[in-house]
T-cell receptor, first 115, second 115 residues
Framework: DGGITQSPKYLFRKEGQNVTLSCEQN?????MYWYRQDPGQGLRLIYY???????QKGDIAEGYSVSREKKESFPLTVTSAQKNPTAFYLC??????????????FGPGTRLTVT | AQKVTQAQTEISVVEKEDVTLDCVYE???????LFWYKQPPSGELVFLIR??????QNEISGRYSWNFQKSTSSFNFTITASQVVDSAVYFC????????????FGGGTRLMVKP
């Protein structure tokens, strides 16, 4: 089955530690995205990548970093510089905008709790 | 700047009632795209519909229907004869043309359908 996997579903970390969230897709999509969702709020874009070895900051990139070494993978690192890292993180992928089915497909999310 | 407003943060209905979720958007672009996504309790966003700004035809898909009105910058979503399985958070989103595939999300509406 084609889709997006994010692991783990729940992640707990101590304050001051960096943590990396994984996102893998087998949809052969060029573009991938990371969003953050806080309780009762919409999704906010952290980073996106339209092609391998290239990525761009979204609206709330401070305290986060990404890499895109492979088409299938777009890991997100939440660094100790992120002041409020506890949130639900969603990864998505899509074909390039303008193609027939360019809507974003989402993974199941990772709920990160930092104490 | 773009903005999507979903004024209804939470709606509660009894099964078999019809319910309309409102979405109002702001954009200066003449070409843009509107989306609706469903987020069930599992957390993964599920794509429901995409509509471009040149197509104001209403759309119906089973119990779901969408009413796009450019004159009022609205893209409302109606569920007919609601079911418990419709309980979820619903997001409306806006994408500019020629902006890659970047989405601006509304804050979401939590729909609770009671048996």
């Amino acid at each position: 089955d084609g889709g997006i996997t994010q692991s783990p579903k729940y992640l707990f970390r101590k304050e001051g530690q960096n943590v990396t969230l994984s996102c893998e897709q087998n949809l052969n999509h060029d573009a991938m995205y990371w969003y953050r969702q806080d309780p009762g709020q919409g999704l906010r874009l952290i980073y996106y990548s339209q092609i391998v070895n290239d990525f761009q900051k979204g609206d709330i990139a401070e305290g986060y970093s990404v890499s895109r070494e492979k088409k299938e993978s777009f890991p997100l690192t939440v660094t100790s510089a992120q002041k409020n890292p506890t949130a639900f993180y969603l990864c998505a992928s899509s074909t390039p905008a303008g193609e027939r089915s360019d809507e974003q497909y989402f993974g199941p999310g990772t709920r990160l709790t930092v104490t | 700047a773009q903005k999507v407003t979903q004024a209804q943060t939470e709606i509660s209905v009894v099964e078999k009632e019809d319910v309309t979720l409102d979405c109002v958007y702001e954009t200066r672009d003449t070409t843009y795209y509107l989306f609706w996504y469903k987020q069930p309790p599992s957390g993964e966003l599920v794509f429901l519909i995409r509509r471009n700004s040149f197509d104001e035809q209403n759309e119906i898909s089973g119990r779901y229907s969408w009413n796009f009105q450019k004159s009022t910058s609205s893209f409302n979503f109606t569920i007919t004869a609601s079911q418990v399985v419709d309980s979820a958070v619903y997001f409306c989103a806006l994408r500019k043309n020629n902006a890659g595939n970047m989405l601006t999300f509304g804050g979401g509406t939590r729909l609770m359908v009671k048996p």
